[in-house]
C-alpha cells in the first residue's frame, strides 16, 4: 500500500508540473528579477541553515507545498506536502542523491522554517529557492545564495623598508614614526585585514596591494606618525577575517620601543657645601629604555672614577659618586647625563650650579698703575685687597709690619672697602704690609707684600751727629754712613763750617768713597779748624736734605763727678755722682779712699803718726789709697770700713786725655764695721791698721799747715788761668749747635744747594748759599764756592 501511494503521488507531481512548464519560463524569470537573494556564509564542513519564511499572508490561509530547487534544476531538491491540510503531517521528501541525504525541512512558527544542511561542501554552493504555495494566497519565493568560505593564509608581517618581522617588532624610537604591514594571501569572500592594540581597532582601511604583488594578497599599511611611551611594552593584532562568520586569524606583534630617559635627578647630601670637605652626590634616572647610562661632569671634566657606582633596573638607573670640592668648583656645573646608549639623540641631563663655601683667598697688590719699581719717596701710592669667598667678606684689615692700619686722614692713612692709600710715602712706610679678609667660614692672612721705595740719602741711623774731640795735630778719620735706595752711583761731598761760620771746602784732608760709605781723613792744626763737618750725598733721585753732622771739639780731660753724695745701705756705704762732661771723649770713673787714726777720747794726734809722701793722685801730706775702684759710671759701694778712722773718698773722671780733679767726701766715720768681705773690681789692703799712718800731734800739725798753703796757691792759679780764658772768648764768636747747621730741603741731584745758618749773641743771623759743581772724575771734590752774607 505504501508503494502503491507513493507511486500515485508522483504521477500527480509529474502531472502537475507538465501542465505548468509553459509558464514556469515566464514566472521564474520574474522570480530572478524581483525576489532578493540572501546571503549565507559557510565553512566546508559546517552545518548551515538556509531561512524560508512559510507564514501565510491572510491568517485564515495555510501552506499547501513548499518546494526547494537548487540553482537553476527544474526538479526541487526537497519538497513538503502539506495539502492534507497540516504541517505536522505533511509528508517531506528530498532527492536520494548526496546533497538530499544532507538536507532537511524544519517547519518552526512559519517565519522560522529553514532547510538544515550538514557538512557542507564547496559542491553544495549555490543559490537555493524556496517556493511556498498557499491555498488561497499566492505563491511566494525566497532565494538564499549559500557561499562556502575560504580561509586566507597566515598574516605575514614587514617592516618599513620591506623586510619581514619574524618575532619583535622594530626597534621604534620615541617621538618618531611607525610603519608596519599586514599581509594575506587568498580568502573567500575577500579577507578584511585589520590592526588591533588591547582589543581596540587601530587600522581597519584595506590597502591597495604593494605595487609588483598579486592581486590575490590583502594588505594594511599600519603608520603611526609618532611613537609614544604608550606604545612600551605593547604587543599589535593583525586580523584577516574573510567572512563575518568566521574567526579571524591573528597575528601578534611586540614591539620593541626605545625610550629616552623621562627624569634625571640629582640628590646632593648636603644643602651647603663646604670646601674640602666630603660629600655624596646620586644621581636617579628613570624611564629609558633599555636602561640609561648615567655620565658625570664637573665642569669640562668628565669623571670616570672608580668611586661611581651604578645600580640599573629595567628602565631606571642610580648612580653614586663622591666628591671632594675645592673653591676652584664654586660656580661650575655639576651634571648627571643619561644617555640611551640605543637611541641616537637619547639623552636628558640636569645641570645643577655649585655654590662652594670657602674661607677668603686673599692676595694684596698695588693697584692699577702703580709700579714698585719707580715708586720715590713723597709719591702716593693704592693697594687693592683681592679677595675671592663664599660668602662674601664681612671684613677687610690692612697690616703694616703685623700692625693693624687704622683710617687716619691726618697720617695719610685712607681705608676704604677693599683698599689702603697713603699719602705722601716716606721711609716709615716701608715694610710689609698685608691684609685680613674674614666671612662666616673663617679668615685668611695674605701673603706679605713688601712696599719699598727710591728716596734720595739719608743719614744711618745712629749717625746723624756726632762729636768727637779731636787733639791739635791728630789725624782721625770720620766714617759717614748713608741709607740710599738706589744706591749705585751714589756721590759723597763734605762741608767744612769754622768757627767764624764760614761754610768752606774741606782743608787738607783726603777723602775715600765706597758705595754707601765716605771716609774723612781729618787734621785739626789750628784752633780755627774746630767746627763742624757736613757729609752730603746724592743718588739718582735727588740731593740729601738734611747732611751727616760730625761736630769736632778740642779733646781735654772730662770735668769732675757733680753732686757726689754718701747713702748708708744696709751692708754697705754707697756713692753715687752724676757725671760731668766726658771733654769729647769716653769717660769712666775712679773712686780712691784714704784714711787717718784718730785718737779715741784724746782728741790730739799720737806720737805714732805717719807722714805719708804725696801720692800720684793726691796732695802733698795725703796717705796714700787704701782702696781703689773703677766704674763706668760714678756709682760705688764702699765695703769693710773700720771703726775708729777718719776717711776721705776721692772721685775722679777718667779720659783718654787725663783725669779730672777729684770730687771729695771728707770726714767719714763708721761706728762698727760695715758689711764683709766681698768680691769686688777694687783693690784692697790686707790690714787696715797697717795702712793707716801712726801720726802724732806735731806732725798732724805741719801736714794742715802745708796743705792749707798748698790749697792756697791752687785757688790762686785757677782765677788766673779763668781769667784768661774768658778773655779769649770773649773775641772768639759762638757756634751755634748743630740743629742749626741745615734748613732741609729737596733738591734734585743736578742741582745741590744747601741752605746753611750759623748765629750768635754778637751779630745778626747771617744765610750763606753755597753751590757745588761736582766733577764727573773727582765728585768729592769742591771746586767752586761762592758765599753769600748778609748784613
Known sequence: ?????????????????????????????????KVPVRLVWATEGDDVELPCDITPPMPEDSVNMVLWFKDNAGIPLYSLDARNG????????????DLGRRTYFQVGDGHRAKLKVTKVTLKDQGVFRCRVDFVDSPTRNFRVNLTLVEQPSKPVIYDAQGREVTGVGGPFLEGYNLALICQVAGGKPKPSVTWWK????????????????????????????????????????CRAQSGPMEKPIIREVPLDIYLKPAIVK?????????????????????????????????????????????????????????????????????VCRAENPRFPGGVLEEIKILRISYAPVVVARLANGYVLDTLREGDDLKLVCDV????????????????????????????????????????????????????????????????????????????????????????????????????????????????????????????????????????????????????????????????CIFNIVPAKPPQPPLDCALHNETSSLEVNCIPGSDGGSPQHFLLEVRGSLRS??????????????????????????????????????????????????????VNGRGMSEPALLEHIRVVEPIGGKMERSGIFLEDLKKALPQASSENMIIVIALTGAIALILIGIGVIIGVVICRKRSNTPVI?????????????????EPRIRYSNENRRSQRASLYIEENRKEPDLLHRVELDLQE
Open 600 to 653: 779715741s777720747g784724746i782728741g790730739h794726734i799720737g806720737p805714732h803718726t805717719l807722714q805719708t809722701p804725696q801720692s800720684d793722685q793726691g796732695m802733698v801730706g795725703e796717705s796714700p789709697p787704701i782702696y781703689q775702684d773703677m766704674n763706668p759710671t760714678p756709682n760705688f759701694q764702699l765695703h769693710d770700713l773700720e771703726p775708729g778712722y777718719d776717711y776721705t773718698v776721692y772721685i775722679y773722671a
Open 736 to 752: 751755634e749747635g748743630p740743629d742749626d747747621f741745615t734748613t732741609p730741603t729737596y733738591v734734585p741731584a743736578q742741582r745741590i
Open 1 to 33: 500500500m505504501r508503494c502503491a501511494s507513493g507511486y500515485v503521488f508522483l504521477t500527480s507531481l509529474l502531472m502537475v508540473l507538465r501542465t505548468r512548464r509553459m509558464g514556469a519560463a515566464a514566472e521564474e524569470l520574474e522570480f530572478q528579477n
Open 388 to 547: 675671592q669667598s663664599n660668602p662674601p667678606p664681612t671684613q677687610v684689615t690692612w697690616y703694616h709690619d703685623n700692625q693693624r692700619l687704622e683710617h687716619d686722614v691726618s697720617a695719610g692713612i685712607l681705608l676704604a672697602s677693599n683698599s689702603l692709600t697713603l699719602r705722601v710715602l716716606a721711609l716709615i712706610h716701608v715694610g710689609e704690609y698685608s691684609c685680613v679678609a674674614m666671612n662666616a667660614v673663617g679668615e685668611t692672612h695674605s701673603p706679605p707684600l713688601f712696599i719699598h721705595m727710591k728716596y734720595a740719602p739719608r743719614c744711618r741711623k745712629d749717625n746723624e751727629r756726632r762729636e768727637i774731640a779731636v787733639a791739635r795735630h791728630e789725624t782721625i778719620l770720620l766714617k759717614c754712613e748713608v741709607e740710599a735706595l738706589p744706591d749705585d752711583y751714589v756721590r759723597f761731598s763734605w762741608t767744612y763750617n769754622g768757627t767764624v761760620g764760614d761754610v768752606l771746602p774741606m782743608p787738607n784732608s783726603r777723602v775715600e768713597n765706597k758705595g754707601l760709605v765716605s771716609m774723612l781723613e781729618y787734621t785739626p792744626n789750628t784752633e780755627t779748624d774746630y767746627g763742624t763737618l757736613a757729609c752730603w750725598a746724592s743718588n739718582g733721585i735727588g740731593r740729601q736734605r738734611t747732611p
Open 198 to 237: 588591547d582589543g581596540e581597532l587601530l587600522d581597519g582601511v584595506v590597502d591597495t596591494s604593494s605595487i609588483g604583488s598579486s592581486s590575490r594578497f590583502t594588505e594594511n599599511h599600519l603608520f603611526i606618525d609618532t611613537v609614544t611611551r604608550s606604545l612600551w611594552g605593547a604587543k599589535l593584532e
Open 266 to 334: 640629582i640628590v646632593l647630601s648636603e644643602e651647603q657645601i663646604f670646601a674640602g670637605r666630603p660629600i655624596a652626590a646620586r644621581c636617579e634616572t628613570w624611564g629609558s629604555s633599555p636602561a640609561a647610562r648615567i655620565i658625570w661632569r664637573l665642569g669640562e671634566h668628565v669623571m670616570s672614577d672608580p668611586n661611581v657606582s651604578t645600580t640599573q633596573r629595567s628602565n631606571s638607573t642610580v648612580s653614586k659618586i663622591a666628591l671632594v670640592l675645592s673653591k676652584d668648583d664654586d660656580g661650575k656645573e655639576l
Open 86 to 97: 497540516s504541517l505536522i503531517s505533511a509528508i517531506h521528501w528530498a532527492v536520494s542523491d
